[in-house]
């Protein structure tokens, strides 16, 4: 097994202020260290906050990801401030979702990738948004997510 190699990471281990926009942020990777085996790799973000286009108003969501790594696995300060750059970034649940699962498989290419986005209420309605690349693979344990839909006071 070959050894992965960091000199290529420029946020990791050096300050790095909240980008700007998601635009703005820079994802960055590294080599897979169990290349070759299929592994599931989470990545869970329980107070995830954007803004409505429309309104301004902030929005909330705990958004679980999960992905079985290819030749890359992802660089996780800099998923944590890919993440932060939507907190004044104007977008619908569903467009923020898309976006953040779009901009993975493009970095990545994983072999498999899904996304859960368990939005809280805004007007009395939660959403909830889903999406994965394809099946998952035969043979990998994929667990659940077990965010609990919204149930509010009843």
Same mark, same amino acid.
């Given at each position: 097994?070959?050894?992965?190699?960091?000199?290529?990471?420029? #946020? #990791?281990? !050096?300050?790095?202020?909240?980008?700007?926009?998601?635009? !703005?942020?820079?994802?960055? /990777?590294?080599?897979?260290?169990?290349?070759? /085996?299929?592994? =599931?790799?989470?990545?869970?973000?329980?107070?995830?906050?954007?803004?409505?286009?429309?309104? +301004?108003? @902030?929005?909330?969501? !705990?958004?679980? =990801?999960?992905? *079985?790594?290819?030749?890359? &696995?992802?660089?996780?300060?800099?998923?944590?401030?890919?993440?932060?750059?939507?907190?004044? !970034? +104007?977008?619908?649940?569903?467009?923020?979702?898309?976006? *953040?699962?779009? /901009?993975?498989?493009?970095? #990545?290419?994983?072999?498999?990738?899904?996304? +859960?986005?368990?939005?809280?209420?805004? +007007?009395? &309605? @939660?959403?909830? &948004?889903?999406?994965?690349?394809?099946?998952? @693979?035969?043979?990998?344990?994929?667990?659940?997510?077990?965010?609990?839909?919204? /149930?509010?006071?009843?």
């Amino acid at each position: 097994m070959t050894q992965p190699t960091y000199e290529d990471l420029t #946020l #990791l281990g !050096h300050a790095a202020a909240q980008p700007a926009s998601p635009e !703005h942020a820079k994802l960055e /990777r590294v080599g897979n260290p169990a290349a070759g /085996r299929a592994y =599931i790799v989470r990545l869970t973000c329980p107070e995830f906050t954007s803004l409505c286009p429309l309104t +301004g108003q @902030p929005d909330f969501a !705990h958004i679980v =990801i999960d992905y *079985i790594p290819g030749d890359w &696995i992802v660089e996780s300060k800099s998923f944590k401030l890919l993440m932060a750059a939507y907190r004044n !970034h +104007g977008a619908f649940h569903e467009a923020c979702t898309m976006e *953040i699962a779009g /901009r993975l498989v493009d970095f #990545l290419s994983p072999i498999w990738l899904r996304i +859960g986005a368990y939005w809280y209420p805004r +007007g009395g &309605i @939660p959403l909830d &948004i889903f999406w994965q690349t394809a099946a998952p @693979p035969e043979g990998v344990w994929i667990p659940q997510q077990d965010v609990p839909g919204y /149930r509010g006071r009843g």
